[in-house]
């Protein structure tokens, strides 16, 4: 139990102001980041809501004939397949210009104070272009 004559701590002002400025960054780099990892071309060839909508036709016609076994797994194709559909109208492009904007704003200081090199952002996708215009160079 703290003594009646201890001094309360408090923060001062220019602390607060750092914290903040600290935690802003680090929110900035954090949803660029994020936002780049979400938009990352899947390998393969890219699944379009027509093609869904073509196998969904042909699962519907196999299930008139099919084995009970077959059409416990058609059936379960069918479901995976309307999900799908339903997320192809559910997909909200991301703005990266808004987010690559604040991040280009935010990420050499939150690199200098992370120590986080260039070389760290490229592995994880940063391109160079956005990395020399938010003044993070190769020899940081």
Do not use: C, W
Not at 1 to 22: F, I, Q, V, Y
Not at 71 to 84: G, N, P, S, V
Not at 94 to 109: N, Q, Y
């Amino acid at each position: 139990m703290p003594s009646k004559n201890a001094k309360k701590r408090s923060m001062s002002d220019d602390h607060k102001a750092a914290l903040a400025k600290g935690r802003q960054e680090g929110n900035a780099v954090r949803a660029y980041l994020e936002a780049l990892a979400a938009s990352k071309p899947k390998r393969g060839r890219k699944r379009t809501e027509a093609t869904a909508r073509e196998q969904l036709k042909s699962v519907e016609a196999q299930l008139a004939d099919a084995s009970p076994l077959n059409q416990l797994q058609l059936t379960q194709r069918k479901m995976d397949l309307e999900a799908e559909i339903a997320s192809f109208a559910d997909t909200d492009t991301v703005d990266l210009s808004a987010l690559e904007a604040d991040f280009i704003a935010s990420a050499a200081g939150y690199a200098e104070r992370k120590k986080i090199s260039y070389a760290a952002f490229r592995a994880v996708g940063v391109t160079p272009d956005v990395l020399r215009r938010a003044g993070i160079s190769r020899r940081s």
